[in-house]
Nanobody
Framework: QVQLVESGGGLVQPGGSLRLSCAAS????????MGWYRQAPGKEREWVAA???????TYADSVKGRFTISRDGAKNTVYLQMNAMKPEDTAVYYC????????????????WGQGTQVTVSS
């Protein structure tokens, strides 16, 4: 059993920055892959970024160059730094943890947090 709690969501202007945090508790965080997904109204849940247990990161094309995912094993926390934000980034962002991190896009397996709302608007 794994518990994931997201925080850091809120309202930001276009071009601004926001950092999301996901605090994990359980027995698999140190050896599992972690990722972020988001879901906008009327759309399916979309993969955003992922980091493996070895620290290798990958990103969706829509956020590449603007978002950065990282993890802190000592604090059992994964982060998503979002820069140069656009209105299209508005969504509920979900933290995910799974044993294997080979595939992410369209693969909705593993454990999930409750989600945190991110709104980009002037």
């Amino acid at each position: 059993q794994v518990q994931l709690v997201e925080s850091g969501g809120g309202l930001v202007q276009p071009g601004g920055s926001l950092r999301l945090s996901c605090a994990a508790s359980g027995s698999i965080f140190s050896i599992s892959a972690m990722g972020w997904y988001r879901q906008a109204p009327g759309k399916e849940r979309e993969w955003v970024a992922a980091v493996t247990s070895g620290g290798v990161t990958t990103y969706a094309d829509s956020v590449k160059g603007r978002f950065t995912i990282s993890r802190d094993g000592a604090k059992n926390t994964v982060y998503l730094q979002m820069n140069a934000m656009k209105p299209e980034d508005t969504a509920v962002y979900y933290c995910n943890s799974r044993r294997y991190g080979l595939r992410w896009e369209g693969v909705l397996t593993g454990y999930w947090g409750q989600g945190t709302q991110v709104t980009v608007s002037s």
